[in-house]
């Protein structure tokens, strides 16, 4: 465990800039350039090589005006040129993100483990936001996670390649299924696109074991969670009038735990079976 104060704030510095990022992912990717109530509608759809810029007045934001959570203070949350407000999003995601690489480097050192620890942990967080925000989870996230969850299991070599892509199978797979099936059951969509996209994301970082581990945590946080949250936020509602929860939020949630004590939690049940 790494505890030098030196490193630990390289971590949170890029953290910070992660989150930054993190942020103009989140705004930008899930925006309906054809509804005009969308703030976000104005943006430019991509992330890459397009300058930040506020959704109400267009005018483009200056590298002092973009600094991570230094920025939002000075300007007292508002936008420099016409004062439209920023969210407080903008610096929860960044302090959110900083301490995610913050944890990771101290818990794996300066690794390719607490690299994919930490990569893994700001996309579940933007899918955690889009998902309770809009009740969608942009395929952005996914497409980019997988490659990059691919690519960051080579740092076990090829077997770990092997592992990574049948994790992936088995995430889309199991979630399809469950899709399927709940479809034929309910006689309408039970499953989301978005959440199969995001189990197959979600077994390259984590394995098949992961997998089935994230999706039983995800649904025993889903049925925890709802009872009480259905009394105190107004969910969006089918075609059924059936109450929808943003269920990646909770997928989110039990794929982050698994990636940190999942080996933990697989090696007790495995034993706990052997004892019954």
């Known amino acids: 465990m790494i505890a030098d104060p030196f490193v630990l704030g390289v971590a949170a510095t890029f953290g910070l800039l992660a989150g930054s990022f993190l942020n103009v992912c989140i705004v930008r990717f899930p925006r309906d ?11 430019p759809a991509t992330v890459v090589n397009s300058r930040s810029m506020c959704p109400r007045c267009g ?9 991570p959570i230094l920025s939002w203070v000075v300007l007292g949350a508002k936008c420099r040129h016409c004062r439209a407000p920023i969210s407080a999003q ?3 995601v960044e302090l959110a993100v900083a301490g995610l690489w913050v944890a990771a480097v101290r818990q794996y050192g300066i690794t390719a483990t607490a690299v994919a620890a930490g990569v893994f942990g700001s996309i579940l967080l933007g899918i955690m936001v889009t ?11 996914m497409q980019g996670g997988l490659a990059l ?6 740092r076990y070599g090829f077997g770990g390649l092997g592992d990574a892509a049948v994790g992936a199978a ?6 399809y299924i469950v899709a399927v099936a709940g479809e034929k059951v309910f006689g309408e969509e039970a499953m989301g696109g978005g959440d199969i996209k995001m189990m197959a994301m979600v077994g390259a970082f984590v394995g098949w074991k992961g997998v089935l581990l994230t999706v039983f945590g995800g649904a025993f946080l889903a049925t925890a969670a709802f009872l009480p949250l259905s009394l105190l936020v107004r969910f969006k509602r089918s075609s059924k009038g059936r109450s929808e929860l943003p269920y990646g939020v909770f ?15 697989a090696h007790w049940y495995m034993n706990f079976l052997r004892a019954g």
């Open 251 to 265: 997928l989110a949630i039990a794929a982050g735990a698994v990636f940190v004590v999942g080996e933990t939690i």
């Open 33 to 43: 350039p054809d509804d005009p109530a969308d703030p976000a509608a104005k943006l």
């Open 131 to 141: 998902d309770a925000r809009h009740y969608i989870i942009p395929d952005e996230f």
């Open 90 to 92: 903008y610096p929860l």
């Open 170 to 175: 088995v995430g889309f797979a199991l979630l």
């Open 149 to 154: 969850g691919l690519a960051l299991s080579l």
């Open 59 to 67: 005018t483009m934001i200056a590298w002092y005006d973009n600094i």
